[in-house]
Structure formats: structure tokens, C-alpha cells
């Protein structure tokens, strides 16, 4: 038995090491993991793209896009009254130049509005190599990151060549990678070893935690005389010097550095775009999700307020995007860039100017299963959301937000 148990422990111990000194890379892609009513029905992102999807150490990349909060905000989310833009990559290997929301500085958190329409910019510059996927992302309070459409990047190069050079204002120009990193290791190291010398020398003077802890259960009233003379001359000289050191070395840092601007935590509120739909309104009629066809059927009530013919061209949620080809034609970016290159199709030809017309749509493709947005037909609130972008002869686009209770069907 003794043999067996060994033999089990020495098992665990070579399994222990083998996870700690291998780690594969990372290659899930953790959105398909969020509810589908949270993908449809908060934040719905198109147009997104970046400038490119290889690039050396030091290249700047360019990611763009737009994204409208959806009107049907579900009730047990919290609302966009403070957000941040972000993006979404596994590791530090870009860093962020500068963000634009509507051409105002995304620097700061921002409050939208339900029901609007706002645009991004944000400029990355590369730090290491690497190859990732990285995904558009909007940070909001109490409800977590929202994620949006995913790209991958490659970046190649020597991270030893990477700088990032600012020019603060008074005039300096410093490299942020390693601005204050030597200083910081040194007041590090300092405490460290402070603290590492008071603890050894409390460890040494005898037993500790359990045994320590009876004693002073044994001498009761008496406790306090545990702690010699020595020992407390030994702390009241720590605390002392530690203020002493505190004090000292905010006032030196404040010699070292006299203009100092304190980090911004202040909101701005940014106006939306004008409204995307141009003069065209869709009204839900029903709707209903197939099982078996792997396909949502609805009907729209289409009115065109333009001065030319509409049709509809693609419907998009949760970063997928069904198109009509003989509409408007998208190939995806790349192998994880869900498109159904024909998954739209639809009943009711175009609709005239001025015309008031019903259309029968269905978006059909195995995406429904592959990024468990079926999984919303048993939700208690089957609700669902997403955009329908028409289209006139001239090819101007018209987009227009959608949604309504979804019946299921299993046959």
C-alpha cells in the first residue's frame, strides 16, 4: 500500500511539472461563450476593418468601424451610461496610440445613448511579434466587455527594437517602455528586502503560527510579555524608519519632477452620427427560428421614404453576417470571420419610393448552431436583434435596427 501511494505521488509531482514548464498557446475564441440575447441585443458592431493584417515591430495599425446600441436594450443589463472602447488582444503586443469616437478623443470613458449610431478609430502601434486575433471591444460599467468583430494580425520583427517615444510638456522626450523602469525595480528591490528581513527575523526567534497561537492562548493577560524589550525597540525603529523614508522620498520625487499633471478620470459625452435608416422604416411583423433549416424566417413591414428602389442586401448580429449576392456580395477576412456568403434570401422584390410593402426574409447558415445563437430560442425572454442594410440603386446603403419576440419551430 505504502508502494502505491508513493508511487501515486510521484505520478502527480511529474504531472504538476509537465503543466507548469509547457503552456500551449491560447487559440479559443471566448465570444461565441456570451448568451446570444447579450451578442444581439446590446452592441451591435459593422464596417469593421483594419488597416492591415501584417505589419513589422514599430508599424502602426488602423483598426475602424461603427457600431449602434441596440433600441431593444435588454432590461437586466446594465445601460451605457459609462463605457470605455477598448480592444481586445491576448498579451501586450500592441499598444495604443490614440482612439477617436466620432472624431472626439477616446481617451476618457464616455456615456451613449440608446438607439444611436457612433464610429471608431483606433491607432495601435506593434510591440512584439506575434500572431493574434484581436476583436473591437467596448468596456461598460456593470456589464462587462461587448465584444465585436475579431481580425488576424501577424506582427514580425525583434521586440528589442520596439521604442515608444512621447514628448511630455515641458519639452523631454522619453521612451514610455522603459521610462522609470530602473527606478522602479530599485524602490522594488528596497521594500523587498525590508520586508523579507523583518520576516525571517520574527520566523527565527521561535515557533510561529500554531505553536505561537497556543502560547498566547496558555499565557493569556499575560500575552504581551511574549514580545522582549529589544523587539519593541526594534519595531517603534522600523516605523520610524519607514515614515522616514515615505516622507523623504515623496519629497525628492517632488524636487526630481515639479510640473506633474494628475491622471484624467473625467467622462465625455459624445453626439451620435444622424440616423443611418436615410428615410427607410422596417416594422416587425412575426418571426421565427427553424430548428431543423438552421434558419430565422421573418417578416418585415417596409416603407421607403427615398427617392429610389430598395432592396435588401444583408442582415447582420452578433458579428455574423448573412448576404444576398445578388445584393451586395462580402467575403470573409479570414477563417474565423463568420459570413454566409448566400445565407440571406427574401420574398417581395424591391420597394418603390413612397411604397409601403410586407417582406419575407430568411437568414439560414450553420452559424446559428456554430455560435450558439440558437441556444436564444430557450431563454425566458426570446427576444432577438440585429441590422438590415438596403440598398438602392445606386448602391447607397440604408441600415435599420430590427428585433421581437422568436417563436421556435421544430419541424
Excluded at 26 to 40: D, F
Excluded at 63 to 83: C, E, H, R, S, V
Excluded at 335 to 346: E, Q
Amino acid at each position: 500500500m505504502l508502494n502505491i501511494k508513493k508511487a501515486i505521488a510521484i505520478l502527480v509531482a511529474v504531472a504538476s511539472a509537465c503543466i507548469a514548464l509547457y503552456a500551449a498557446p491560447a487559440m479559443a475564441h471566448g465570444e461565441k461563450s456570451q448568451a446570444a440575447y447579450l451578442r444581439m441585443r446590446t452592441l451591435l458592431w459593422y464596417d469593421v476593418e483594419v488597416s492591415t493584417v501584417k505589419l513589422k515591430v514599430n508599424e502602426e495599425l488602423v483598426m475602424t468601424g461603427k457600431f449602434y446600441w441596440f433600441y431593444d436594450w435588454p432590461q437586466n443589463i446594465a445601460k451605457p451610461d459609462l463605457a470605455f472602447l477598448n480592444i481586445g488582444i491576448p498579451g501586450p503586443v500592441f499598444v495604443r496610440k490614440a482612439s477617436y469616437i466620432n472624431g472626439v478623443s477616446g481617451t476618457n470613458s464616455t456615456s451613449f445613448d440608446i438607439g444611436a449610431t457612433y464610429e471608431f478609430k483606433v491607432i495601435l502601434k506593434a510591440r512584439r511579434p506575434a500572431r493574434v486575433h484581436m476583436h473591437a471591444l467596448m468596456n461598460v460599467s456593470e456589464a462587462g466587455p461587448l465584444i465585436g468583430p475579431g481580425r488576424w494580425v501577424e506582427v514580425t520583427g525583434n521586440q528589442s527594437d520596439f521604442t515608444n517615444e512621447v514628448t511630455t510638456l515641458t519639452g523631454e522626450t522619453i521612451d514610455l517602455e522603459t521610462y522609470g523602469l530602473a527606478n522602479a525595480i530599485k524602490w522594488h528591490v528596497f521594500w523587498g528586502v525590508i520586508a523579507a528581513a523583518w520576516l525571517l527575523y520574527w520566523i527565527f526567534q521561535g515557533p510561529i503560527l500554531i505553536p505561537r497561537y497556543k502560547t498566547v492562548k496558555l499565557l493569556g493577560e499575560d500575552a504581551d510579555d511574549m514580545v522582549t524589550p529589544f523587539q519593541r525597540t526594534l519595531g517603534l525603529v522600523m516605523l520610524i524608519g519607514t515614515m522616514v523614508v515615505v516622507v523623504w522620498s515623496y519629497y525628492d520625487a517632488h524636487k526630481q519632477y515639479p510640473v506633474t499633471i494628475p491622471l484624467q478620470s473625467g467622462q465625455v459625452s459624445i453626439p451620435a452620427l444622424p440616423d443611418a435608416a436615410r428615410g427607410v422604416n422596417a416594422e416587425m411583423v412575426d418571426a421565427k427560428y427553424r430548428v431543423p433549416g438552421r434558419s430565422l424566417e421573418f417578416t418585415l413591414k417596409v416603407t421607403n421614404n427615398t427617392n429610389s428602389p430598395i432592396r435588401i442586401g444583408e442582415y447582420t448580429a452578433a458579428n455574423i453576417r448573412w448576404m444576398n449576392p445578388e445584393v451586395s456580395v462580402a467575403e470573409p477576412a479570414d477563417s474565423h470571420d463568420p459570413v454566409a456568403v448566400n445565407g440571406l434570401k427574401y420574398e417581395g422584390g424591391a420597394v418603390m419610393p413612397g411604397e409601403t410593402k410586407l417582406l419575407k426574409v430568411s437568414c439560414t447558415d450553420a452559424a446559428w448552431e456554430t455560435y450558439r445563437l440558437a441556444k436564444l430560442i430557450y431563454d425566458p425572454d426570446s427576444r432577438f436583434g440585429g441590422l438590415v442594410f438596403f440598398f438602392d440603386e445606386e448602391g447607397t446603403r440604408s441600415v435599420v435596427a430590427i428585433g421581437g419576440p422568436l417563436l421556435p419551430v421544430f419541424i
